[in-house]
């Protein structure tokens, strides 16, 4: 059963490009949460997920952020026209249901964004 | 907000030693507590605790919960250069996400 899968790993963007970072979640799981990471601090939430639906977006910056998780296919986060403060490890975790009592996250290897 | 602290930042120990890590919590309808380890990847899983008063334990790691006080600990014996890592603590509460703390850098020299 393999994990939860991102890429890219790496990806590097000049101001003013979009990023698009993908997240395959483990088979069965159809619950998706993507983290950013800054350097020396700890993962902070943006976005939850379940298929088709944005559940709670709370931790999205308003603009220029989106993300996505169709019926079939990758959840996608999307950073349109990016600047150098979006650079960070981007982490997407999944789990078989709602987050609660019973449900830990796994959590994907990350991608690394550097916005040049 | 709901909100973790962790304690301390950063330590340096030597193999063989003992060490305990803490976290602190604000959480709207606590639900469950969970320490993970990061090294350069993806944070895996290491408690998951929903219980006041019951240790956890695996090898030589192990956590325990008060939802009193508000607080966890993990306590690592026997240090090995392995252990190595950030030790993240986070919480569940009414939004159903995880609220990480910064963490604890935890080094292990020879």
């Known amino acids: 059963n393999a994990g939860v899968m991102q890429n890219p790993r790496h990806l590097v963007r000049r101001r003013g490009q979009e990023a698009r970072l993908r997240c395959s979640p483990m088979k069965g799981h159809s619950h998706v949460y993507w983290y950013r990471q800054l350097p020396e601090e700890g993962l902070k939430f943006m976005v939850y997920l379940q298929k088709e639906n944005i559940i709670d977006e709370s931790g999205m910056p308003k603009e220029r952020f989106s993300a996505e998780f169709p019926k079939e296919g990758p959840s996608i986060l999307r950073i349109q026209q990016v600047v150098r403060g979006d650079s960070a490890a981007y982490f997407c975790a999944s789990s078989p249901s709602q987050q609660g009592v019973n449900e830990k996250l796994f959590f994907g290897s990350g991608t690394q964004l550097s916005v040049l | ?110």
């Open chain 2, 1 to 110: 907000e709901d909100k973790v602290v962790q304690s301390p930042l950063s330590l340096v120990v030597h193999e063989g030693d003992t060490v305990t890590l803490n976290c602190s919590y604000e959480v709207t309808n606590f639900r469950s507590l969970l320490w993970y380890k990061q090294e350069k990847k993806a944070p895996t899983f290491l408690f998951m605790l929903t219980s006041s008063g019951i240790e956890k334990k695996s090898g030589r790691l192990s956590s325990i919960l008060d939802k009193k006080e508000l607080f966890s600990i993990l306590n690592i014996t026997a240090t090995q250069t392995g252990d190595s890592a950030v030790y993240l603590c986070a919480v569940v509460g009414t939004a159903s996400k995880l609220t990480f703390g910064t963490g604890t850098r935890l080094q292990v020299t020879l």
